[in-house]
């Protein structure tokens, strides 16, 4: 068992990792909160480095051979033609990650497309955190995060608690892709199972995928509630490994970082102007332009909204004493408060082609001022999606926006 901060390569022979083979010259780092069990499958020579507990010998092999016997099934119940879908449920630091790609690598023996669904954005491996990735596998992997995403869907903050439409909205689009690529798709979510907001946003999630099998990953019966509608030939029950281990908060943290960095560690700053796009999920350039002394930006909403003004600074009273008296609600957002806001770059069928960090808006240009690793050039974008989490330039945790502030 290989524990994290930890490197392996194999100078010798093979290994198998969460059912990935590696050969000669393969190499693999296992980030800080991740363990990994190393299988011996031929004559192997390893170079380790690890830190003294990194390493550690067990008397038998980990995975539990009731895993297995779910790839045979799967394969077994698939129909030519058809979308085999298997969504993973668990509370937090119950394996359902380490799972889902153990599922899928052996998956990859029998069907030629393999597609894993991360929606757990506040512990993303596919993606950065704060999106929904999918990854349309060719090869098995070890570690989804260090994968490029097939897709991305821009939630725009770590938990769904507010953002429960775009939640499901975003699943129905990944499915869409996934019906049109892939044979089977895993979907691996948040650990969120329990209250109202758990049990109705997972009761949603399983009525609008209607999976073909949903994988209970359990240490009692603590997920039981999710599926008394569901038949009971379509449920598998797994006990959650004891070599499943918890996850501080500062590694979780840790963690989402790790993959944050690393998504935006080439990014660059764009300028996007603001008459090339539509935006979503904000009321910023949804209006009719309204000109108001004092202003930076002023648009009249649609209806009963009323007004979105952007100013230099808090809006004092005797600002507004020569504005129309029509504009109904005032709604003031301050500029620069934007700063760090994660942002989905959206085509014209509004499929993400990048993350990034609104830098700015420059009303002297104009334009979105944007930190993204964005491949194309910034003509393709069509449409700019706000999201609630904030980010430094590296891709660090920097705060939250209230939804609906912009």
């Not at 990944?174 to 691996?188: C, V």
């Not at 996850?247 to 989402?256: D, F, G, I, N």
């Not at 957002?333 to 420059?362: P, S, T, W, Y």
Request: contains cysteine.
């Amino acid at each position: 068992m290989l524990h994290g901060p930890a490197n392996l390569r194999v100078t010798s022979g093979a290994v198998e990792i969460i059912a990935a083979r590696l050969g000669t010259g393969k190499e693999v780092r296992v980030p800080l909160g991740k363990r990994v069990p190393v299988k011996v499958i031929e004559d192997a020579s390893l170079d380790i480095e690890a830190g003294p507990e990194g390493f550690v010998k067990m008397d038998a092999w980990s995975i539990p051979p009731e895993w297995d016997q779910l790839v045979a099934r799967v394969v077994g119940e698939r129909k030519e033609g058809r979308l085999y879908t298997i969504m993973v449920l668990g509370e937090v630091d119950t394996g359902k990650t380490f799972f889902s790609t153990y599922l899928a690598n052996r998956l990859m023996d029998s069907l030629k497309r393999t597609a894993i669904l991360d929606c757990d954005t506040g512990q993303s491996d596919i993606g950065p955190p704060g999106t929904f990735g999918m990854l349309v596998m060719r090869e098995p992997v070890v570690f989804l995060s260090e994968t490029t995403p097939t897709h991305l869907y821009m939630l725009g903050a770590h938990s769904p608690g507010l953002h429960f439409l775009p939640a499901l909205t975003g699943l129905d689009a990944m499915l869409a892709k996934a019906r049109e690529e892939s044979d089977a798709l895993i979907i691996d979510t948040t650990g969120w199972v329990q209250g109202d907001g758990g049990r109705a946003i997972k009761k949603a999630k399983l009525d609008l995928a209607r999976p073909d099998m949903v994988v209970l990953m359990q240490r009692g019966n603590e997920l039981e509630h999710l599926v008394k509608h569901m038949p009971a030939g379509k449920i598998v029950r797994l006990p959650v490994s004891k070599k499943a281990s918890p996850t501080s908060q500062m590694e979780r943290k840790s963690l989402r970082e790790h993959v944050s960095m690393a998504y935006f560690k080439d990014a660059k700053v764009v300028e996007i102007p603001f008459g090339q796009v539509f935006t979503d999920r904000a009321y910023f350039l949804t209006g009719t332009p309204v000109p108001l002394e004092g202003t930076l930006h002023s648009e009249r909403l649609s209806g009963w909204e009323g007004t979105l003004v952007i100013t230099s600074g808090p809006l004092m009273p005797e600002m507004t004493k020569a504005w129309p008296k029509d504009l109904g609600r005032i709604m003031n957002f301050c500029a620069g408060e934007e700063k760090g806001v994660m942002v989905g770059l959206l085509d014209i069928d509004q499929n993400v082609l990048a993350i990034g960090r609104l830098e700015e808006l420059d009303f002297l240009k104009n334009t979105f001022r944007i930190r993204t690793p964005l491949k194309g050039k910034p003509a393709a974008v069509r449409g700019i999606q706000f999201g609630s989490l904030k980010l430094s330039e590296k891709g660090e945790e920097a705060g939250f926006l209230e939804p609906g502030s912009i």
